[in-house]
């Protein structure tokens, strides 16, 4: 997962300095990486590989975020004077020089397919993303992360011709509201170009190791700077059939190094309701051999309600069934095999990283479990127990028979 430095000519001066890193499938679209004024600052130099892992196989991050190459700053208030001295004397014309030289330089790697480029940056880094996109032709998809100083450069936006998607933090005091209002209000009149504001973040809210990291926010911004490079530039996995894949080893081949191998080197699942599952190799193997793929019912069966696909994860709407007939760890941990039948309704949210699994989160009502092995009484609960799934096969069936006061609405008015 690392990879190495490397030196790039730019039309700007000297050459600088740089870092490579390619991806799983070792060949795809090429992607800049714009990094904040302060420089290459620990958890930046974690960025690139962690974009790689999820959609972008070629990456060469440039060093146009400090005065120098190899500047590296901290998060200390000393550390901020530092890189704010730095931003007042960047010279942002050769910023995006040296953008253009780095993907030039992706351009000439056997690593780097001709499917399209694109930039991503945050902070200055985030307004040289919004630059380049203007100004220079090849770059097929933009993405920024609270820019500093757009609103300033709005005029830039004639020459986009590739796709813009740009981030914002509501309590971001670089970009206040009247600018970031601005900015929303100039990209409305420019096709291709997407905004969205993270409501009670701050600046620098996708950054891991920052005092304003939210992961909820860092994670949804995420995964729509995918969706648009996905779009844009590609690379086009059939995350369907992966997941098919995983799933058949799970419960079919029951294979655990099978089932391994369609995940990332560190992968993590989670059970919601019941907390089991594991994270990272070791764990999660150790789970799936010793508490899930071998532990679960031989009639144990998935039946497929829905499944939505987007551009990193997939939403699969199933009913699990099976016949009570072991301890089963993972779905009723302790609990005594009761030979009882059980239908449960699930959800399962699956991210991808490249072509490979990263997490599975997954949805059930225990309590509706819990009915039909006979440990819950659903006397004067609002709990149901097998009902639940056969009224998702067939939504005729009476519905709010939980609902003590439903039928006195029955003769009430239903407008005004």
Not at 145 to 161: K, N, T
Not at 263 to 278: A, D, F, K, R
Not at 335 to 351: C, F, K, Y
């Amino acid at each position: 997962m690392k990879g190495h430095y490397v030196h790039v000519r730019s039309d700007s001066g000297e050459p600088f300095q740089a870092y490579l890193v390619t991806s799983i499938d070792g060949r795809g679209p090429g992607v800049v990486s714009a990094r904040k004024s302060s420089g290459s600052t620990p958890p930046c130099a974690q960025w690139p590989t962690n974009w790689r892992r999820r959609a972008t196989p070629c990456w060469c991050r440039t060093s146009t975020g400090a005065s120098r190459p190899g500047s590296t700053v901290g998060y200390t208030e000393a550390d901020f004077q530092r890189a704010f001295a730095l931003y007042e004397a960047f010279d942002e014309g050769l910023g995006v020089l040296d953008i253009a030289a780095s993907l030039s330089h992706l351009r000439s790697l056997e690593a780097c397919s001709d499917a399209g480029l694109g930039v991503v940056g945050y902070c200055l880094g985030g307004k040289l993303a919004y630059l380049a996109a203007c100004r220079l032709p090849e770059v097929a998809c933009a993405v920024g992360y609270y820019g500093v100083g757009i609103e300033q450069a709005l005029h830039e936006l004639e020459g986009l011709s590739g796709r813009l998607v740009l981030h914002f933090a509501e309590l971001d005091r670089f970009c206040p509201a009247e600018a970031r209002e601005a900015i929303i209000d100039a990209l409305k009149r420019k096709a291709g170009t997407e905004a969205y504001v993270y409501p009670q973040v701050d600046h620098a809210f996708a950054r891991p190791a920052g005092d304003h990291y939210h992961k909820p926010s860092a994670l949804l911004a995420h995964e729509r700077s995918i969706a648009a490079l996905r779009r844009s530039i590609g690379p086009d996995y059939n995350l369907s059939d992966l997941w098919e894949e995983h799933i058949r080893h799970e419960f079919d081949t029951r294979d655990v190094p099978a089932t391994m191998a369609t995940m990332v080197p560190q992968p993590y699942v989670n059970h919601i309701p019941t907390m089991t599952g594991g994270v990272g190799y070791r764990e999660l193997a150790r789970f799936y051999r010793y508490h899930f793929v071998h532990g679960n019912p031989q009639d144990m069966r998935l039946t497929p309600i829905s499944r939505t696909v987007g551009a990193s994860q997939i939403v699969d709407e199933f009913i699990m069934s099976f016949t009570h007939d072991r301890e089963i760890d993972w779905l009723l941990p302790g609990v005594a095999p009761t030979g009882r039948a059980v239908e449960i309704p699930m959800l399962g949210v699956v991210e991808f990283r490249g072509p490979k699994l990263y997490h599975e989160h997954i949805y059930w009502d225990q309590a509706s479990v819990l009915v039909q092995i006979g440990l819950l009484d659903p006397a004067g609960l609002p709990v149901a127990g097998a009902v639940t799934a056969h009224k998702l096969l067939d939504e005729s069936l009476p519905s709010n028979t939980l609902m003590p006061g439903w039928a006195t609405s029955a003769d009430l008015p239903i407008e005004g």
